[in-house]
């Protein structure tokens, strides 16, 4: 089991910053990949950052330029600062990981496991 805790989030006026976290415990043998979703009041859930090993980054074309994601190997944590928030960033922010745990003494498997979620609230 890999267990995700995410932290951060809050209330923020337009214009504002905030840094999200996300702190992966458990087994894990290695993490491939770490992400930030969104999921705003009856909309879909969108990636908005990911980073992989490598380094490689995608970010959705709304938050170039303002988001930053970043990621501590030694500590498998990911963060996301999030400067020049707008009302549109409003949204429930979900940490996602996937890579390889241990399952037993000398086997592993993958898995993909999602945060609990941090509110984010962007006022006007």
């Known amino acids: 089991q890999v267990q995700l805790v995410e932290s951060g989030g809050g209330l923020v006026q337009a214009g504002g910053s905030l840094r999200l976290s996300c702190a992966a415990s458990g087994s894990i043998f290695s993490i491939k990949r770490m992400g930030w979703y969104r999921q705003a009041p009856g909309k879909q859930r969108e990636l908005v950052a990911d980073?992989?090993?490598?380094?490689?980054?995608n970010y959705t074309d709304s938050v170039k330029g303002r988001f930053t994601i970043s990621r501590d190997n030694a500590k498998d944590t990911v963060y996301l600062q999030m400067n020049s928030l707008k009302p549109e960033d409003t949204a429930v922010y979900y940490c996602n990981a996937d890579g390889l745990l241990w399952s037993g003494t000398y086997h592993k498997r993958s898995f993909s496991s999602w945060g609990q979620g941090t509110q984010v609230t962007v006022s006007s």
């Open positions: 980073i992989t090993n490598g380094p490689n980054i």
